[in-house]
């Protein structure tokens, strides 16, 4: 009789640069112990110029597949043989796949974030006001996941107004969103506004910029939420001090790992468990 468990583990890993800060090898870890796969997963520090390369050297080595982060998503993008919708509406990779058939291409931010405010955090989007400040890779992530959800009302805005309004100006093209209405503002302009759920997904919680944001811009039990994780950002101090609840983006980096989890592997895993883990260090 034939034993059904593999003598070697399934590879994969995550490439970036840098990547010595990544958590993704230790929610994988404890992803694969929860769901008895038989797997190992590793960082992987990429050379600016030689994503393509490395990722044509883990295909040869075997691996199954690999996550993909800053500054390489818009590279996996183009590597890709075959994208998923979400990674097409999103424009940029975060999950690779090494099938038979090629490269396919995959993007779990959006479904991420999405999962995380409504399953850990409660709060249906459906209905809601929500602004999304940022228009770089990540807001582009999320920007379908949560058009999906069918908000009230979604307005972008960026300090580079114009890349706001063309993420305005490809979801009016695409039509697919036609009952939701969908803005593009300057920070000025949004005085006298209010959401109730505001997403920071700009890098300012890397550098502890402040956001030109009106002290009035939260609804009453608004959530703020900061795609940022591991400290409070200057963002969420403020909508501490405007009385919004306040989230981090440490449930997103779980959710959308859990998601890459169960694009690869066909099991979804529990993620309250580590979540709590990496926060209490
Ligand atoms: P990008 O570099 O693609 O975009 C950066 C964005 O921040 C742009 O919109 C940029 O505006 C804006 N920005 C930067 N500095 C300032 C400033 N001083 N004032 C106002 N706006 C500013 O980064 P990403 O989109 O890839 O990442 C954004 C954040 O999201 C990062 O903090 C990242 O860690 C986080 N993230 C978290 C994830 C998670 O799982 N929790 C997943 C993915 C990202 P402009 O266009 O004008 O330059």
Known sequence: MSSTLPNTPDYYAVIGHPIEHSKSPIIHAAFAKDTGQYLQYERILAPLDGFVHTVKTLQQQGYKGANV???FKFEAFQLAHHLTERAHDAGAVNTLIFSPEGIVG???DGAGLVRDIEQNLHIKISGKRVLLIGAGGA???VLHPILAQSPALLVI???T???ALSMVKKVEEQGDYRYVSVNAYAFEDLSGQQFDIVINATSTGLTDSTLPLPSTIFAPNALAYDMMYGRETPFMTFAYQHGAQVAD????LVEQAAEAFFVWRGIRPVTQVIMQQIRAG
């Open 249 to 252: 983006g440490l449930g997103m």
């Open 69 to 71: 982060t800053v500054p």
């Open 157 to 159: 805005t960026n300090r």
């Open 106 to 108: 995959d993007n779990t």
């Open 139 to 141: 807001a582009e992530g």
């Open 161 to 163: 107004l114009d890349k």
